[in-house]
Structure formats: structure tokens, C-alpha cells
């Protein structure tokens, strides 16, 4: 089925060790999103590409690095983890103004 | 600083009443406003949306309106159902999504 599709859908991590989140979508969208969703907080935006080749900072980047690998792809890293790191992420993409199709989601935990 | 805010965290409906969502947002250059839904363990998926030019738009059971000048925006689910049951996000576009909070809707049967 078309859509978007995140890789692992849950995962623990130690405080400091690294990981990369992974997000590919088959829509042929240009822009792709990583969100986090913390309870009370809705969603955040860490990290968008507007298109291929391009990324910037959201709301939350703090501690994250992306790769917009190629059209499809965009992945999200941490590079040393942290408790404050736990969250559940969402990869999304979309074409022009239209919304969002987001991934199902990663259940992230920081021990 | 919150853009956009869903103030009510949770609401609980009878089945086959109305159900009511609210969103306010600050920001007036906002033209584009959607409705997600999310269930749990699942991403938030599409629902509904309104461009700034309109102050209603129907889909079924589910009718976004939009207030510009207060700033508001509403989802009516009629009649509710208990399959409705999940949390739902509102979002408004500027140069990006801003999303609400979230409000979980409980739908009694």
C-alpha cells in the first residue's frame, strides 16, 4: 500500500548510544517531515526537507541530525541519546499545500 | 508559544449524539486548517480540512467550521459513533504545520 513507512517501530536505547530512525515514503512527495508527539505537547516538528538535497531546523532540533537521502527517503538521527529524547516520532510527507500522510509511527525510549 | 491550542484535553459523547472539537490559533496569517485523527499505536491520519476562503466544509458525517476573526475552528461529528473514539489533532498552516495538542474523544455507546 502507498504511503509512508518507518523503520523500527519501537526500540530502547542507553543514554549516549546512537541510532537512526528511518523513513521512506512512495508518493513521490517533494517534502518530508520528522515530528515528535510527547504527551501534553502535541506534535513538534524536529526536522523538514522541502525538497530533495535540502533540510532545515523545526520547532525541536536540538540533539537530532537528518539525511534527506534521496526523494523517498529521509532519515533521522541521534547521535548520543537522551532520556529527554524519549518520544514517539513520526515521519510524514506531503506535495503543495495539501496535508500531511504521516508513517504509523516509532515508540522511542531513553533509559 | 503555543499557536495552536485544543484547550479541552478530553471529551466524552454518547453514541449517535453530536460531538463537538475546538481550536483556536494566533496567528491570522494562517490559510490552511486541517483535522487529523489518530488511534492508538497508529500515525494521525487525514480527516478534514478548510481553506481561509471558506467557513464550512462538510464530509459526510464530520463539518469543519472556520471563524476567522475569532480565530476558531470546530469539527461536528454527527452523528457520533463509537468508532470515532480516538484523538484528534487540529493543524494550521503558515510556512509549516502547526498542530494542536491533541483532544481524545470518547464516544459512549
Known amino acids: 500500500n502507498a504511503g509512508v513507512t518507518q523503520t523500527p517501530k519501537f526500540q530502547v536505547l542507553k543514554t549516549g548510544q546512537s541510532m537512526t530512525l528511518q523513513c521512506a515514503q512512495d508518493?513521490?512527495?517533494?517534502?518530508m517531515y520528522w515530528y515528535r508527539q510527547d504527551p501534553g505537547m502535541g506534535l513538534r516538528l524536529i526536522y523538514y526537507?522541502?525538497?530533495?538535497?535540502?533540510?532545515d531546523k523545526g520547532e525541536v532540533p536540538n540533539g537530532y541530525n537528518v539525511s534527506r537521502l534521496n526523494k523517498r527517503e529521509f532519515s533521522l538521527r541521534l547521535e548520543s541519546a537522551a532520556p529527554s529524547q524519549t518520544s514517539v516520532y513520526f515521519c510524514?510527507?506531503?506535495?503543495?499545500?495539501?496535508?500531511?500522510?504521516f508513517g504509523s509511527g516509532t515508540r522511542l525510549t531513553v533509559v | 508559544d503555543q499557536q495552536v491550542k485544543q484547550n479541552s484535553p478530553s471529551l466524552s459523547v454518547q453514541e449517535g449524539r453530536i460531538s463537538i472539537l475546538n481550536c483556536d490559533y494566533t496567528?491570522?496569517?494562517?490559510?490552511?486548517f486541517l483535522w487529523y485523527k489518530k488511534y492508538p499505536a497508529e500515525g494521525p491520519t487525514f480527516l478534514i480540512s478548510?481553506?481561509?476562503?471558506?467557513d464550512k466544509n462538510e464530509d459526510g458525517r464530520f463539518t469543519v467550521f472556520l471563524n476567522k476573526s475569532a480565530k476558531h475552528l470546530s469539527l461536528h461529528i454527527v452523528p457520533s459513533q463509537p468508532g470515532d473514539s480516538a484523538v484528534y489533532f487540529c493543524?494550521?498552516?503558515?510556512?509549516?504545520?502547526?498542530f494542536g495538542t491533541g483532544t481524545s474523544l470518547t464516544v459512549i455507546p
Open positions: 493543524a494550521a498552516s503558515g510556512n509549516q504545520f502547526y
Open positions: 508518493m513521490n512527495h517533494n517534502s
Open positions: 478548510i481553506s481561509s476562503i471558506k
Open positions: 526537507s522541502a525538497s530533495e538535497g535540502t533540510t
Open positions: 496567528n491570522s496569517m494562517f490559510d490552511y
Open positions: 510524514a510527507s506531503r506535495q503543495g499545500n495539501y496535508g500531511y500522510t
